[in-house]
């Protein structure tokens, strides 16, 4: 079981930056990958930006070349640093973590959400 709890959430102004965190505990050796995910009212739920096990790093187009993936050196603590914030960046995120049986469509943990509001 892995436990994931985010923070780093808040109301930004447009152009603004945020940095979002994301703890990982207990059985963190099962996780290939970590992901964020958000969610904007009336919208399906997207992947951000992902990193996998080994370090390799993907992003959705909307927020390329303005949000970093990155994680600790002990893979405990994911980060989402997020720039050139724009007023469709507000979501809810969600941290989430790949196991063994899980997929990036379908991640095995997920963290609670945090509110991301960037104002124009």
């Known amino acids: 079981q892995v436990h994931l709890v985010e923070s780093g959430g808040g109301l930004v102004q447009a152009g603004g930056s945020l940095r979002l965190s994301c703890a990982a505990s207990g059985s963190i050796f099962s996780i290939n990958g970590r992901g964020w995910y958000r969610q904007a009212p009336g919208k399906q739920r997207e992947l951000v930006a992902a990193i996998t096990s080994g370090g390799s790093t993907n992003y959705a187009d909307s927020v390329k070349g303005r949000f970093t993936i990155s994680r600790d050196n002990t893979k405990t603590t994911v980060y989402l640093q997020m720039n050139s914030l724009k007023p469709e960046d507000t979501a809810v995120y969600y941290c989430?973590?790949?196991?063994?049986?899980?997929?990036?469509?379908?991640?095995?943990?997920w963290g609670q959400g945090t509110q991301v509001t960037v104002s124009s």
């Open positions: 989430a973590a790949v196991g063994r049986k899980g997929s990036w469509n379908n991640p095995t943990y």
